[in-house]
């Protein structure tokens, strides 16, 4: 990513620039970086699906655009005006779609990426700040930081009331869970797959950031012996593992493997415990991997530990989607979003 000196001479002469110059206040972003947001921001690029999320929860009026236009069913989960706004790509992650050019076009005052913090991460996060002279954070995309990421972005959005809103249900959601399983002895503890894609042969290894939430859970993914991002496994080896409970992401694999006769040995199988995530307006286990993993951590809680969860789903899910998706889904839209329709 490269820009020219005249662009660049451009951007400093710029009346946003001198004022952000003048500022002496600052915040730490997760990386450690000193950034000096605007004040008060106006427009702020997402680096990625996560931040695109994150900031659509707390300040949609500030969002430019999303990484990938939100599809016509998921818009009906959106406000209509956020929704509305323009598929802008991403900086980051696979597929990187955005260069320098296309990023000044859209003459944001704020970049701001949710995901890793890494040496990889900084020295991009560096480049183009440098090089566009627009301040970049780098805020913690780990599922067990999402409650100080929201107050992080809170601060440098000058949004600390709403931002204090969400990290709370996050935080008190995540502490209930947390109690109820603490005492749950290993062995009671299901074994789980997680299946992604069409034939349910791709899942996430031991610690990634695939399977944050299964693993908070304290259930044994049975995939956690494997190492690296998301990984290909056949299909010997994953009815191999056996598992007691399937989670997928697919409605191709959810609907067929209760029929394939590869699968029909597997417990998950057998025991009707093959469960189809959620997927409108976002989905609920790690596509993309922001704090649309919250309502899903609910579900998953119930699915597996039912007797230690008797929550109405339908009941956690409106409240939500009305708080952090400001949009108030109606019972018939519930089914939908519960059966996996997207």
Known sequence: MLIDRRSAAALLASPFLARRALADDSVTDSAGRR???????????????????????????????WPR???AYDKEFLLPEAAAKPELGRLTGRGDT??????????????????????????????????????????DGRFSGTVETYRLLGRMLGR???????????????????????????DQRPRVYYARGPRGLETGPGGSSNVETIE???ARNV????????ASVSVEQAVGWNPDVIVAIDPAFAADVRSDPAWAGVKAVSAGRVHLSPRAPFGWMDFPQSVNRM???????????????????????RDFYSLFYQVTPSDEQITRVLEGAG
Not at 38 to 65: C, H, K, M, N, S
Not at 160 to 186: F, H, N, V, Y
Not at 223 to 230: E, I, K, S, Y
Not at 296 to 316: Q, S, T, V
């Open 35 to 65: 950034i000096v947001p605007p004040t008060p921001a106006q427009r702020v690029f997402p680096a990625g699906p996560p931040a695109a999320i994150f900031l659509y929860t707390l300040a949609p009026d500030l969002l430019l655009g």
């Open 98 to 139: 955005v260069n320098l050019a296309t990023l000044l076009a859209q003459k944001p005052d704020l970049i701001i990426d949710v995901g890793s913090t890494n040496r990889t991460s900084v020295d991009l996060a560096e480049r183009v700040q440098t090089q566009t002279l627009i301040p970049y954070a780098l805020l």
């Open 216 to 218: 908070y859970l304290g």
């Open 160 to 186: 600390e009331e709403r931002a204090s809103t969400l990290a709370a249900w996050c935080e008190q959601g995540m502490k209930t869970i947390a109690s109820r399983i603490d005492a749950i002895p290993e």
């Open 223 to 230: 995939a956690g012996d494997t190492r690296g991002g998301l």
């Open 295 to 317: 309502v899903g951590l609910w579900w998953l809680a119930k699915i597996f530990y039912p007797d230690k969860f008797p929550e109405d789903m339908r009941l956690i899910t």
């Open 69 to 71: 236009a939100p599809s």
